[in-house]
């Protein structure tokens, strides 16, 4: 074996990475197919090259975490999008979180019992004229009655549609199966006890993990409730739900839930029926549009 004189270097973007040496045997008989037998030889530099391809995804994040790991490098893809501020291993929120009041005026009904959403001015649809001699037709009746409810239970289409889904597989009228299963929702359950004033406050408060059911804290709003759970909250967040619950003077809790101001618990008794509910929406045409 007679090593050859010739060395082709491998280049990349970072600069040379190996050496290759190669070999070929004398041995080999003339009549053979093939002239010599090749050998590669990689011998590779003492240089440090993070990325022996030449490919470089994109920006590399150096933490503590990554390098005790990775090594020392941790590579980031390049359709990865960063966590600002989440949780590792949780996703994005899935809810609206833009303006409320634009809701209201698109529908034209006020979805939440605030003097924002209720006052003349905001029902009016949005645009200098108000859109004036719109006509909906049966398509377009139907949208606006499904995003009433989508709206005023602060649900976004695909969640909503799945509920609908289940609500036609139960026994029963659909439009009032549907209205149950969205009206014991954790969220939902806070907002009627009057702890806080609108869906959107509610959905918070179960969110940072200030909501107790049956003595188990629960931070997932969409959580379904059934009779006999237990609604509390946790005694350093009492006060702010003393304050909110006298600003609203006058609030009527439904027939379903059992609720003790003086405790701050609250009781599911029963299913919820349709005379029970404090909103105004045609749930047949909710069913009809999903058809």
Partial sequence: MIESSYQYPSYNKMGPIASINIYSDNNCSSESPLAALLFLDIHPLPAFNPFP??????????????????????????????????????????????????????????ICDTPKHTSKRQLTPPGMHGFRGRRLR?????????????????????????????AKRKQGNSGDVLMQLLERRLDNVVRRTGMVRTIWASRQLVGHGHVLVNGVKCDIPSRRLDVGDVVTVKTKIEKVVRENMESMGGH???????????????KVAALPTKDQIPFDVNTNLIIEFYR
Avoid: C
């Avoid at 490098?73 to 809810?95: D, I, L, N, W």
């Avoid at 398509?139 to 289409?157: A, D, F, P, T």
């Fill in 53 to 110: 391809l030449g490919i470089v995804p994109g920006p590399i994040r150096r933490t503590e975490d990554s390098a005790t790991r990775h090594g020392r490098y941790s590579q980031v893809a390049p359709y990865e999008t960063p966590s600002y501020g989440r949780k590792k291993g949780r996703a994005a929120m899935a809810t609206y979180t833009g303006p409320k009041v634009r809701l209201s005026r698109r529908v034209g009904v006020p």
């Fill in 138 to 166: 049966d398509y377009g009746i139907r949208l606006v009655e499904k995003q009433k409810l989508r709206y005023h239970y602060n649900i976004l289409e695909k969640q909503f549609r799945r509920t609908v889904e289940e």
């Fill in 252 to 266: 009527e809790v439904p027939g379903w839930i059992a609720f003790n101001p003086s405790e701050l618990n609250a």
